[in-house]
């Protein structure tokens, strides 16, 4: 900077350059003319920066008539450094390094002529520095690159104003060659650079490509195959050299055919973005579905250049999926064809599938029910309640459930149903199987049965009730013992129909036949001791063993332990494990002695002969002193799971 | 059963030898017989008519309900003893009947009726 500031302002006092008397000046036009036309040809043959700067030397000392000259250039932290110089000491060099009177974006400054360093007002050292090297005058010109300076060159004299007005023309016009070489080689190392980056990119992607887990491929803006990665190559199992020959056309299931070149040649005359499935036979001569994604590609000059694309494998997808429908489609169909109605919703009581027969059953369309809440089929009594109680029973144990329910159909008629529900868990969450059936007819026919059931009992008790009449006078007169006897028996029939008739006439328990026979003893009743496992009775078994157990009772009452004040009975049943068969036990205990009757009565007679037969069983009666014992064996249907240990 | 001396009792019984069978039972218990009446038509006729104390019903009678001969005699006041063949038995009056099963003895009858007519005749009983 120092001699910057001084040789600046002694620019303008420098005498015009033109000094005829000036030694050494090489004022021939001819000369300069041949100086700049080797530089210009150097410079254009310059294989690289030395080249040009050695150019520019050789035509600054020739053209400029200096033995010392030197180009100095602004590194990355703006100093001004020597680049190439030519008889210039190392001292004189390390000493004015980075002197400069211009910065690095100082805008096109004129060139400083020196023409006598020893009459400038520089600093000693520099002044002593620049005479020791034996110079008098200097040329500062600079080398500007699109109006900048970038570095300068010096020409150095030994004598004194040494550069004419010819000198200074030529001076400038080197610099302007150099800086536009300069500018030039800078242009083209950067373009290298970026063309270098360029290739190793596309290497890169080349590559990527290349091994890409996807078929990728390219053609051309006529469709003719340009490029296939390696996993499509080995699908079609075609060399890379193979190329330009091969046709994937021929590999393309015929049904597909016609459809896929549409819709390639579509996109190629429209070069727009194509997406399009198709069969394709690979190199084992399966045919397998690719799914073909592929975009233009335009040239930096926007013409078309063709279509890359990448093709997927979706034929494990595919079958997946047609599996998934088929399956779907199985599932509606057994829904569908299902003998009783059918509704599925989900955790929230939506109904995702119901089928015909449902949806007729509530009076709906088809799919009119599709989305709605399965309250809207509930009652409007019980529709508010509804959702908590599959909220319950959701949160509780997933176990099915079945009942009867009232629904309401769409017309508002409540109808009596049977539901079945069941949970169950999948993987798109919980979904709610219920299954419904009309039970109207079923409950019309139950009525009717009930009814029928109760007129024949009517019937049948009536009908005893007229025997009674009957025996009621033809004994009113003779005996009344006997008559009332036979009432008693009469009775105990009667009470066994009806606890049939309560029970449908399917089965009876044993304990509700012996509570109901056992009745009319009153305060006697709690000096029978009753006890036996649950036993269920046919009709008929219920029927003659009410009838047995009155002729029992009867008799006890009479003659037996409940005779007397002390007496008692045991009434046992139990099963005879592995047998089958029931026994049922009769003892009086604590009553009077027994005295064997001297004849048989009815009673002796309806229990022994009779029961036995009717039962098909087995009837001991024993009249033992401590008190009578009646045991009854008999077949039982169901012996009630009983474990027959060997 | 002394309770049930003089006591006029209606009986309605369309199956003849029944009704014989009850008429001799209550006349051997030392009340009056009222009837019996086989018909619904008769039966209400009596209940109208007659001075009663008490009623032995049959629930159906030539399939015919006892409802109206019931109603007529609640409004009386007269209590009722229900005889039927059906296990259980609704009453259109509503109000709490007395039921016995057919066929019944002439105990189950005393007591039928002793728990219909309650606690005045009881207590006429006891004394």
Known sequence: MLIGSTTQKQAGEVPPAASPAAPGMREDRTTHLETLYRLTDRLYRAAGMEAMLDAALDAISEGLGCEKCSILLFDGGGVMRFVAWRGLSEHYRRTLEGHSPWTADTLDPPPIFVGDIAQTEESDIVRQTILAEGIRSLAFIPITSQGRVIGKFMAYHSEANACGESCRALAVTIARQLGFSLERAKAERARLAALGELQESEQRFRLMAEHAPVMIWMCDAEGRCLHLNQMLRRFWNVADGDLASFDWRGSMHPGDVERVMGAMGGALQRREKVCVTGRYRNADGDYRTLETVAHPRFAADGSFMGLTGVNTDITERERAEKALRDSEERFRMVVEAAPSGMVMTDGAGRILMINGLAEKLFGYARGELDGRAIEVLVPLAARDLHPALRASHLAGAHNPVKGEVTGRRKDGREIPLEVGINPIVTSDGIRIIATVSDIAERKRTEAQRELLLAELNHRVKNTLAVVQGLAYQTFRKTDAGARRAFEGRLQALATAHDLLTRSHWESTSLDQLVGDTLRPAGANRARIEVSGPAIRLSPHAALTIALALHELFTNTLKYGALSSEEGKVLLTWRHLDCEGKLRITWREEGGPPVQPPRHRGFGSLLLERTLAKDLDGRVALAFEPAGVVCVIEMPIADPGGHACLG | ?127
């Open chain 2, 1 to 127: 059963m002394p309770w049930l001396k003089g006591k006029r009792i209606l009986v309605v019984e369309d199956e003849a030898l029944i009704a014989v069978m009850v008429e001799d039972m209550l006349i051997e218990m030392g009340s009056v017989v009222v009837g019996p009446a086989a018909t619904i038509e008769q039966a209400l006729a009596l209940a109208r008519a007659e001075q009663i104390d008490g009623a032995v019903l049959d629930v159906n009678v030539r399939g015919e309900r006892i409802d109206p001969v019931a109603d007529a005699l609640a409004a009386r006041g007269v209590p009722m003893l229900f005889a039927t063949g059906y296990g259980e038995v609704k009453l259109g009056s509503g109000a709490a009947a007395t039921v016995i099963d057919k066929p019944y003895t002439q105990d189950k009858l005393a007591r039928g009726l002793a728990a219909a007519m309650g606690g005045a005749a009881l207590r006429q009983s006891a004394g």
